[in-house]
């Protein structure tokens, strides 16, 4: 059973720096065909990608975040981090790790978000 929780402040000031850790246990994140991601939710919104760490250490964003946010990882610890700079309130969310399994199903790639951390509430305040 893959297993992923999110660690990180719950608070940051305007302009300052959010950083998250996800630690994944029960599976590796250098397995091939799987996608390490993050993913928000600000209040009262629908979920928002932000981007992805894959196998290899490529790492894809959102276009709207892209000047602001970093992936990277830890493969010893098992951990993948967010970093998202020059916060501003708009950037308050639940912010979730998952993973997304890419497999081939009937001859076609299927891509499926099959396991997510329980999400950790970010406030952006002074």
């Known amino acids: 059973q893959v297993q992923l929780q999110e660690s990180g402040p719950g608070l940051v000031k305007p302009s300052q720096t959010l950083s998250l850790t996800c630690t994944v246990s029960?599976?590796?994140?250098?397995?091939?065909?799987?996608?390490w991601n993050w993913i928000r939710q600000p209040p009262g919104k629908g979920l928002e990608w932000i981007g992805f760490?894959?196998?290899?250490?490529?790492?894809v964003y959102d276009p709207s975040l892209e000047s602001r946010a970093s992936i990277s990882r830890d493969t010893a610890k098992n951990q993948f981090t967010l970093q998202l700079n020059s916060v501003s309130p708009e950037d308050a969310a639940v912010y979730y790790c998952?993973?997304?399994?890419?497999?081939?199903?009937?001859?076609?790639?299927?891509?499926?978000?099959?396991?997510w951390g329980q999400g950790t509430q970010v406030t952006v305040s002074s």
């Open positions: 029960g599976g590796s994140i250098t397995t091939i065909d799987d996608y």
């Open positions: 998952a993973r997304l399994r890419a497999r081939v199903v009937n001859g076609r790639w299927i891509y499926e978000y099959d396991y």
């Open positions: 760490i894959a196998k290899s250490g490529v790492t």
